[in-house]
């Protein structure tokens, strides 16, 4: 019989009366063999997560839940959870492993908690197993916050100090590690708390410095708070949207609803990854911040440099191409929305010109525009928010629209269109189809005749 304990977060999980869906199986043996035993038994697939380690991964997809197999770490399950990171992840009951496909939780054996893991469960506290947890894995000092946001737990004064003199390791980390564990703090439901954590341990500082960067950077009094107060009220706006859509979307909430709930890429859904967008969206502003003569401060151009700043950012955490488009998107058009409260009411080539320009962040944009708007409490902020508010609701419709269907079809090809007015195929027929895609969402260009007749007159 190979002995085996289910270890780590699954235990605490369970302890917390949270859902189990991952079982960490530490085995004094041949994880291989375990894994391929259970993977026969829940008829699900097995296959290698690490050569280096030796992991094994079972799907049950039946029970909607994962296993890990790994070889136990030193010669007795005791020093094994000695190398964990927390007290609350470091320990086990043994299993029967025919017994894991009928339960997630394993046997009713004792627990085996040689590190008070049970007591800091209980205490809702997180202490890290000394220096050497952070000097094995660096990555761990991110993972604290992390599971301060997903847990509602607190490090203790020690653990707080380990964790801040061992930040600036972080990096040592791959990008994709980091970004994964960025990932799941952002999402958290206590996203706020977490992230406050990491600044104030420094973590964040390694980590996003475009973000510590905005600490102190003041801005005008249309704003009540510094850029990086600002960044982290968005976010906290953009997570209490995401319980207001009825409010203020009216009968578009149900469609935007599903647009948010898509995934995008990266294991996040489009409305996940939104939050990031409330994260970064204006990390240019330190680098374009100027004072005019009257004292007014600006920050032209913090859009386009954040951006582009986005893209390093983004490359740096080794996350997908389609992510970083997202949120590069997201930052270069999240003002547009705001200068067309100017222009209200609307025409509907206006509509057009913000669909075009914004796609294909056109919905997501919109969203956050909102939430911006709501976390900027200054001067005549209660105006400027109504009237915001107002238009966003009338340019989601059309955004939900543009996602839903698509540009309009302009009712002739473009080599026909050539034809017609004896012109190559160049700069200048791609500028008149835009302009007829345009004609044709206004409803100036519906038939092919119309269109051709409004090219003639355009170039003439």
């Not at 890290?128 to 916050?145: K, W």
């Not at 996040?268 to 330190?286: I, M, N, S, W």
């Not at 012109?423 to 007829?436: H, K």
Request: hydrophobic share 45%; charged share 30%; with cysteine.
């Amino acid at each position: 019989m190979t002995d085996a304990w289910i270890v780590g977060g699954s235990l605490r999980d369970e302890l917390l009366g949270r859902p189990v869906r991952d079982v960490d199986v530490a085995v004094a043996g041949d994880p291989a063999r375990a894994a391929r035993a259970l993977a026969e038994q829940v008829r699900g697939p097995v296959f290698r997560l690490s050569e280096a380690f030796g992991a094994w991964r079972v799907i049950d997809r039946r029970a909607e839940r994962v296993y890990d197999f790994a070889p136990l770490q030193g010669e007795t399950i005791e020093a094994d959870l000695a190398k964990r990171d927390f007290t609350v992840n470091a320990m086990a009951r043994p299993i029967e492993l025919d017994a894991l496909g009928a339960s997630a939780t394993g046997s009713p054996a004792p627990l085996i908690d040689p590190l008070g893991g049970r007591a800091d469960v209980d205490s809702r506290t997180l202490r890290v197993l000394g220096p050497e947890a952070y000097a094995s894995d660096p990555l761990r000092t991110l993972r604290l916050a992390r599971f301060a946001a997903e847990l509602g737990f607190a490090p203790d004064p020690e653990t707080e100090r380990l964790t801040q003199a061992a930040a600036a390791r972080v990096t040592d980390a791959a990008g994709e590690r980091v970004f994964g564990e960025l990932r799941r703090l952002v999402i958290a439901d206590g996203a706020l708390a977490g992230l406050e954590l990491t600044d104030r341990l420094g973590v964040l500082d390694a980590v996003l410095p475009e973000l510590t960067a905005l600490h102190g950077v003041d801005q005008s009094d249309y704003h009540h708070l510094d850029v990086y107060d600002h960044t982290l009220e968005v976010l906290g706006q953009q997570i209490e949207v995401e319980t207001r859509l009825e409010e203020l979307f009216g009968p578009d909430a149900g469609r935007l609803r599903g647009v948010l709930a898509e995934p995008l890429g990266d294991e996040l859904t489009r409305g996940e990854a939104l939050r990031f967008g409330a994260l970064v969206h204006d990390v240019g502003k330190p680098a374009t911040r100027d004072v005019r003569a009257d004292g007014r401060i600006t920050f032209m151009g913090h859009d386009a440099l954040g951006e582009r700043m986005v893209h390093d950012l983004c490359r740096r955490l080794r996350t997908s191409e389609r992510f970083a488009r997202f949120l590069a998107g997201l930052t270069r058009h999240h003002l547009v929305l705001g200068f067309l409260v100017h222009e209200r009411p609307l025409e509907r080539a206006h509509v057009y010109r913000y669909l075009r320009r914004t796609a294909p962040v056109e919905v997501e944009v919109t969203l956050l525009s909102c939430a911006d708007r709501l976390a900027t409490r200054g001067r005549r902020a209660d105006e400027a928010t109504a009237a915001h508010l107002e238009l966003a609701a009338e340019l989601m419709t059309a955004a939900l629209d543009w996602r839903e269907h698509g540009p309009p079809r302009v009712p002739v090809r473009g080599d026909e269109l050539a034809e017609e007015l004896g012109i190559e195929p160049g700069p200048e027929l791609g500028r008149l189809l835009g302009e007829l895609e345009e004609a044709a969402y206004v409803g100036d260009a519906g038939t092919r005749e119309q269109a051709i007749a409004l090219a003639r007159r355009l170039r003439a």
